[in-house]
């Protein structure tokens, strides 16, 4: 850490309850958003509370140092970053305050959809309705005024703020709304000196704001100065869209409104983008909530992604018009859709089809291809990407269908590709050129055809900034837009903000050059060029890794970085995805998946250097990551998060080891092993405090988790005894059952239970006894030298079995995603990928038996109502849900899937004691759910998520292939796990 960051983070500890961070990997964490910018801040401060504000912001006053305000880091125009001090308002200030049947009081670090699914208990929502809702801050939304899809009925938010508490540049600390111009109670205030000064300036230019405002019907450019009546001056309307460049917000006082009764869409198809253009006009005399328009190139996007939008839109569409109304009946609403239809399609014959929806899930369909198909655009191969920097032009609506026509030509003349989406019903368009940055031709052609494009718009009665923000993106245009009220914005900003600390550089700027400047470092750097010195043997860096761990090099690396462009998807913490469940209970941006792809790129492109991979500030990031693949799931761009930190974590442990804790947890098969041998003085050291305690001091076992216990005799003994170790030449269906640690010494019972349903079903059975564990715990922790090992061992033994038949079987699922996903990643060789593409999960294996009328329904009925929770590994291997599928073939046995959240125990990431009430966190929903009195029992395919499940929720956990095997009257012994009690430390 350089002298003046450790000067600033010295200063600000002493002064704040929040975090304070300075040191470089945690401020390259910041240093990027989903804009195309990247500036590494001086500091990171995460206040608690208004005091803690308060005090940085004096400090940066009183230190010349700028403050750049952030909420989720979701911004397209660079608008939250800087070189300064950044407060990040996500982690601590993201509550709600106060509610009553009208409004509501946030903290400007709350989730827009949080805040939404807060008031839903009330019937009532904030109605404006930005892309990003689950991730996206009330703070942002307000700073840059965000309108959304539903603008035409509620606006953008500074229709919808009634007054703000914010913090000027001094420090001083006011609560503004719509304020009187007479009659303060004391004239000389902070609060009358603004409103009389800002009020005398707006008069004296009245004419130059009224003559230059643009004729869209959104305007997000520049500051809003319509703000003075001729008794009040709108405080708040004029913070509403500054940026933070005018004040800090603290909280916000927002109006609400009811929840519509019932929501309908229609879908509108078009064999020319034109033909839709002109719809709009046609459409908005039937006052629509929404009216967004997606191209040619969105829509085939939405095909590739989803069967459905594959059966439903024709290849030929040129573009579609997706038509929201609202109603208080299902009636209403439909007449409505009607009507429009009517109109577009069959009187103006604009539309050559139109589907209507009316249903709550097919409703959300829709609106899924609307909202959730732009992320995915960074699924492109390569290093060209759709670009966020000419994305927020807006211009009237009844000058869309020309304006589309200039936006072509000036496409076609740069000989750029774009793909183009919009709010058309009030002339929003979201326009993303395709272009490689790390190119400098295509570094220049951005200025050239943001200029030109910009030209039209404003020639189009436009603005350049329709909802999202001027940034660093449109800065550098504002006085091309506005000519001399550009200066009028300058003196706006000087009174509130003498010292230009502020956020500087966003909306008041004077660099032509923002829009190319700080771009994301995107490419390697070479190597230095040889010199007559380098024939002298170099010694290496010992604190840096010499070898990449993974087959790839540092290109292919830094380009699987680049693919996260940012947009913070995996921030959510809503119920209808799972993605990090570290994030989920810790909501900090390290937390992120985002962060670590953030974090290899810096490193990768020399913004870090080489030897932060093995630093400890680095492993702190890292193992924020628990390998449970629900990022690479999830993310719209598939970042493959899992393989880069699977990269980054073997890196560190090439130089640094592993720590005892570590170790031991990657070795957990040897300790299963070892244990095993005296079963009766294990399980008795389980169940023991005093045992428990030790083991946690020594091993660093939690000593409050529970343990399953040791079998007397493990499984593959069983199987030596039983046979089951020699192979079959017979030509039937052949499974090699790869058993794992925890079937072979904790649970035998379930490897037997698994052998009997596949015998049942006419399958042979063949248990390598030469088998090893998978290896998952050391690949989660990055002790790859040993997992390749490992896997070197069972790949050369596992592959011969497949070549004579086998399909490779295992009950574990972590297990099967070894074998299918991280062994091809660690070996890259054929033998790996041979395996890999013949290994299933159990229940996968079974579920495919029933699909093609091989397995047997013989099922005796089963009654009881069990709660199924899906692994996160069984879903990484997308698979659908088959233990789930295959419970619900049990006659009686009622199936209610659970929350849909992660366990939170993450292989052997919950029994660490560091890691123990966290995990806990992790999955209080899950548990939460398994709680209800309904549920008799949980159901999973995961060990590690049955030893959180009966932790949790007190009730027993039983593995779907037992349940078969019950019903099948296989193992009627299985019947008492349906109900025994649960010990207090040990699993069932």
């Known amino acids: 850490m350089d002298p003046e960051r450790q000067r600033i983070q010295d200063d600000l500890r002493g002064l704040v309850k929040g975090d304070v961070r300075c040191d470089d990997v945690f401020v390259h964490l910041y240093a990027t958003d989903a804009s195309i910018y990247e500036i590494p801040p001086l500091a ?28 989720a880091g979701t911004g397209l125009a660079g608008e939250s970053l800087g070189r300064g001090i950044m407060l990040d308002f996500s982690r601590y200030m993201r509550r709600v305050l106060e509610t009553d049947d009208r409004t509501v009081r946030v903290q400007p670090g709350i989730p827009h959809a949080q805040l939404n699914e807060h008031l839903r208990a009330r019937g009532r929502q904030f109605g404006p309705d930005p892309a990003m809702s689950d991730v996206t801050t009330m703070g942002s939304v307000v700073a840059v005024d965000s309108g959304g899809s539903r603008w035409l009925k509620y606006g953008s938010a500074r229709r919808n703020v009634i007054s703000l508490e914010i913090v000027l540049a001094d420090g001083d600390v006011l609560h503004v709304g ?8 004391d004239p000389e205030s902070p609060k009358a000196h603004l409103v009389t000064t800002l009020a005398d300036l707006l008069r004296r230019n009245a004419d130059i704001i009224a003559e230059h405002q643009p004729q869209s019907a959104v305007n997000r450019s520049g500051y809003h100065l319509d703000i003075l009546s001729q008794d009040t001056l709108d405080l708040a309307g004029l913070l509403s869209g500054s940026e933070g460049t005018l004040a800090v917000i603290t909280e916000a006082t927002l109006a609400t409104h009811p929840l519509p009764k019932h929501r309908g869409v229609a879908l509108l198809l078009f064999d020319r983008l034109e033909s839709a253009a002109r719809a709009v006009m046609e459409i908005l005399p039937f006052e629509p909530s929404a009216c967004d328009l997606m191209d040619r190139r969105h829509l085939s996007l939405a095909r590739e992604s989803t069967v459905q939008f594959d059966l439903l839109i024709p290849s030929e569409t040129e573009a579609a018009l997706l038509v929201e109304q609202e109603g208080d009946t299902l009636v209403e609403v439909s007449d409505k859709l009607a009507q429009v239809v009517e109109r577009v399609r069959r009187k103006k014959r604009l539309a050559f089809h139109a589907i209507q929806a009316q249903d709550r899930e097919e409703v959300e369909l829709y609106w899924g291809l609307a909202r959730k198909v732009v992320p995915t655009l960074h699924r492109m191969k390569g290093s060209t990407r759709p670009l966020p920097f000419i994305e927020d032009m807006a211009v009237p609506p009844r000058a869309l269908p020309d304006f589309l026509v200039q936006m072509q030509n000036v496409l076609k003349q740069h000989q750029v590709t774009a793909s183009l989406f919009g709010h058309a019903g009030h002339g929003q368009l979201h326009l993303r050129p395709l272009l490689d940055l790390s190119k ?13 494009l910009y030209g039209e718009v404003i020639d189009a009665g436009g603005t350049i900034s329709g909802e999202h923000a001027d940034g660093l993106s449109r800065t550098g245009f504002i006085r091309r837009q506005y000519g001399p009220l550009a200066d009028v914005f300058r003196r706006v900003k000087r009174v509130f903000d003498p010292q230009n600390i502020l956020n500087p550089g966003k909306i008041v700027g004077s660099s032509p050059d923002l829009l190319t400047n700080d771009l994301r470092r995107l490419t390697v750097p070479p190597p230095p060029p040889k010199t007559e010195s380098d024939d002298e043997p170099q010694q290496a860096d010992p604190a840096a890794p010499q070898t990449w761990q993974l087959s790839w090099s540092s290109d292919e690396i830094a380009l699987a970085a680049r693919n996260c462009n940012g947009c913070g998807a995996c921030r959510s913490q809503m119920d209808d995805v799972r993605m990090c469940p570290i994030f989920r209970f810790a909501p900090a941006e390290e937390s992120s998946p985002r962060a670590k792809a953030n974090l290899m790129r810096s490193i990768l492109t020399g913004g870090l250097p080489l030897t932060t991979l093995t630093t400890d500030e680095y492993k702190d990031v890292t193992d924020l990551c628990v390998n449970c693949h629900m990022c690479r799931l999830e993310c719209p761009a598939t970042v493959d998060i899992p393989k880069l930190m699977m990269e980054g974590k073997g890196s560190y442990v090439q130089i640094n080891g592993l720590s005892s804790s570590d170790w031991l947890m990657s070795r957990i098969d040897r300790l299963s092993s070892f244990a095993g041998r005296f079963p009766r003085l294990a399980n008795l050291a389980i169940t023991n405090g005093v045992a428990r305690w030790l083991m946690e001091k020594t091993l660093g076992i939690a000593q409050g988790r529970k343990l399953p216990r040791l079998a007397r005799r493990n499984f593959l003994k069983v199987a030596a005894k039983r046979r089951l170790t020699r192979p079959t030449r017979r030509d039937v269906s052949k499974v090699l059952y790869f058993v794992d640690t925890y079937a072979n010494h904790h649970d035998p019972q379930l490897a037997e239970a698994f052998v009997s349903v596949l015998e049942h079903n006419a399958v042979a059975v063949y248990v390598h006894p030469a088998q090893q564990s998978s290896g998952m715990p050391m690949i989660s922790l990055g002790a790859l030298a040993a997992a390749r090992e490992l896997a070197t061992h069972n790949v050369a033994l596992l592959a011969e079995a497949v070549r004579q038949g086998y399909h490779v079987v295992a009950t574990e699922p972590s297990a099967a995603l070894a074998l299918t996903h991280e062994y091809p990643k660690l070996l890259d060789d054929d033998d790996a990928r041979l395996v890999a593409a013949n290994t299933s999960e159990a229940c996968a294996y079974l579920w495919r038996l029933h699909q093609a009328g091989k397995l047997q329904l013989d099922l005796h009925p089963i009654n009881g109502v069990l709660g199924y929770h899906m692994p996160c590994h069984v879903r990484a291997m997308q698979t659908g849900a088959p233990g789930e599928n295959l419970l619900r073939l049990i006659p009686g046995l009622v199936v209610e899937r659970t929350e849909n959240s992660c366990s939170g125990m993450a292989g052997t990431f919950g029994l660490k004691r560091e890691n123990y009430r966290a995990s806990l966190r992790a999955g209080r929903a899950l548990i939460g759910s398994l709680r209800s009195p309904r549920l008799q029992a949980g159901t999973t395919e995961c060990s590690a998520c049955k030893i959180q499940m009966e932790q949790g929720a007190g009730k027993p956990t039983i593995h779907p292939v037992k349940l078969l095997a019950l019903a099948y009257g296989l193992m009627p012994e299985v019947a008492e796990l349906l109900s025994v009690q649960v010990e207090e430390l040990v699993v069932t």
């Open 178 to 185: 719509r304020e009187p111009l007479m009659g303060h109670r």
């Open 440 to 452: 400098p031709d295509d570094v220049a052609r951005m200025s050239r055809l943001a200029a030109d």
């Open 44 to 71: 990171v401060v995460r206040p608690r509370n208004l005091t803690d504000v308060v005090a940085v912001v004096e400090y940066a006053a009183e230190n010349d140092l700028a403050i750049h305000p952030r909420g």
